[in-house]
């Protein structure tokens, strides 16, 4: 009885310091390869060079769940292997535009013991998903095989990088793609899903060999490394405020948008580092340049007031980011870097809409503060 009080205590107390629920980005594991790879819905210890545990808790409409990612790719080929806390369909998507638009999605299930994996495209920001074949494309699973138990589905599939079909996101070794993932308990696969939904990094091996190719890799500029810098010290401070929002106001939106900032840091991370960037440490709320904490602990002061007060600032911080986006987009960038600030620049311009849309539905109108309202418009009615 004592024991249970004192867990109670402890966990009450974690749970006011602000401990519980801090979101760090999934670490992705990595190993040795040590065993050939088969497509037996059985994931070997040595199959694959990288792993990743992408989680969701449960919510309004969502049972919570987890999906394991694992991979490995040579030149030519790309072996996945996706690990679902769900007996009907989980589903990868590749590099949204916003949301679900534009993915290249997997669609699978194990139906009868046999993997049904679907070479999917999604045509709209909630679907539909389709088969790239029924729009034109072709369906580019090379072999595939999966299993099912105890409330767990796998699959493992091989695919070509480059498949040449325009409905499938083509890789590159060494290159990073962001990535969307679902989960259902419902095999009806028209239907949404209802136990998780995330999104998450996907990062190939073999930058070693493309950064010895001078061609493959050009040098960036002090200006380019200053804007990558200060790009992923922004999405770190988006992070970091969310967090300290969240951690007053328990608002579910700050909960998905650490998430989706966690990510979009990962990308600004990948970039970097395959430009033999130096990335800085990363100590929660603290920051190299002077402007973005200045700006971080205000917005957070202000924010802490009221829960319109924490969507508010929120909304002003993706405007910020925008526009800086934007800036760093309008000069000369080598083009991995310029593919990662035009995912983050999807992505604030989706938070943005996220956050209006809240302060909306509690009878606020949001006033742009630092977008032109012309721009401001186009982006939250799109
Ligand atoms: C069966 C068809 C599907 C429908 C009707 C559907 C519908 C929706 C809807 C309405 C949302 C908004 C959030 C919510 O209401 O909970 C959403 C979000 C999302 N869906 Fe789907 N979805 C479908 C399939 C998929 C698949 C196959 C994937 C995985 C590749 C996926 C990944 C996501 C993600 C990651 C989000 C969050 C997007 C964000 O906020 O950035 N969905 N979906």
């Not at 079909?165 to 590159?172: E, Q, T, V």
Request: aromatic content about 8%; charged content about 25%.
């Amino acid at each position: 009885m004592r024991s249970a009080l004192i867990a109670l205590i402890l966990g009450l107390l974690l749970l006011f310091s602000g401990c519980i629920e801090r979101q760090e980005a999934p670490e992705v594991l990595e190993q040795e390869t040590t065993e050939e790879w088969k497509a037996d819905g059985i994931i070997g210890d040595g199959e694959y060079s990288r792993s990743v545990l992408l989680q969701a808790p449960a919510r309004q409409g969502y049972s919570g769940g987890e999906l394991a990612v694992s991979w490995k790719n040579d030149k030519e080929h790309l072996y996945l292997a996706l690990n679902g806390s769900t007996d009907a369909w989980l589903s990868i998507g590749f590099d949204p535009l916003e949301w679900m638009k534009n993915a290249d999605i997997i669609l699978a299930s194990v139906q009868g013991g046999k993997a049904v994996v679907l070479d999917e495209y999604c045509t709209g920001n909630y679907g539909p998903h389709i088969e790239d074949t029924m729009l034109g494309g072709s369906d580019d699973i090379l072999e595939a095989g999966g299993s099912k138990s105890a409330g767990r589905t796998i699959i493992e599939l091989k695919r070509r990088l480059d498949t040449g079909d325009r409905f499938d996101k083509a890789f590159s070794p060494g290159g990073a793609v962001s990535m969307i993932w679902a989960l259902s308990s419902n095999p009806d696969i028209s239907l949404k899903h209802n136990i998780a939904y995330g999104e998450g990094i996907l990062s190939l091996t073999g930058g070693e060999a493309a950064a010895d190719d001078g061609a493959a890799l050009a040098a960036l500029t002090a200006r380019e490394k200053d804007g990558l810098l200060f790009i992923w010290e922004e999405e770190k401070a988006a992070r970091d405020l969310y967090n300290g929002l969240y951690e007053k106001n328990n608002m579910t939106i700050f909960l998905d948008l650490v998430r989706s900032e966690s990510s979009h840091m990962d990308q600004a991370r990948a970039v970097m580092e395959k430009h033999g960037l130096a990335v800085p440490p990363d100590e929660p709320g603290i920051f190299q340049n002077q402007t973005l904490q200045e700006m971080h602990d205000q917005l957070l002061a202000e924010g802490l007031q009221s829960d319109q007060d924490a969507l508010t600032v929120a909304a002003v911080f993706e405007e910020i980011s925008i526009v800086d986006l934007e800036k760093e987009l309008s000069a000369s960038q080598p083009d991995d870097v310029r593919t990662v600030y035009e995912g983050l620049l999807a992505g604030s311009r989706k938070h943005l809409r996220s956050y209006v849309s809240d302060l909306e539905g509690q009878g606020i109108e949001y006033q742009p503060r630092y977008l032109e309202a012309e721009e401001f418009q186009e982006i939250v009615k799109s």
